[in-house]
């Protein structure tokens, strides 16, 4: 399975950016697909998640202000950002999991100055 994210590029505090993940394969509407990010010298972490019957997580620092959906007619998952801050800037990965294993994205930067 090949994950392929874009989207990702700077823009100012308040602005917005949407995120896109692409996966080849077949397996991807019986997957859980989610977005981390990973800011210079702090561990990767969870921003959301979907799973394959649609329900939701986030982190609670992105709550109200991030949305991921997913689309199985394309493979593909979205992560829409609002309301972006300083700290939001990271790379962004998106992975893929079932229950036998997982993927990750080679990543996207997003950078937001203030």
């Known amino acids: 399975v090949d994950l392929v994210e874009s989207g990702g590029g700077l823009v100012q505090a308040g602005g917005s950016l949407r995120l896109s993940c692409v996966a080849s394969?077949?397996?991807?509407?019986?997957?859980?697909v989610g977005w981390y990010r990973q800011a210079p010298g702090k561990q990767r972490e969870l921003v959301a998640l979907i799973t394959r019957g649609g329900t939701t997580n986030y982190a609670d620092s992105v709550k109200g202000r991030f949305t991921i959906s997913r689309d199985n007619t394309k493979n593909t998952v979205y992560l829409q950002m609002t309301s972006l801050k300083p700290e939001d800037t990271a790379v962004y990965y998106c992975k893929l999991d079932t229950i036998l294993n997982y993927y990750w994205g080679q990543g996207t930067q997003v950078t937001v100055s203030s």
């Open positions: 394969g077949s397996i991807f509407s019986i997957s859980t």
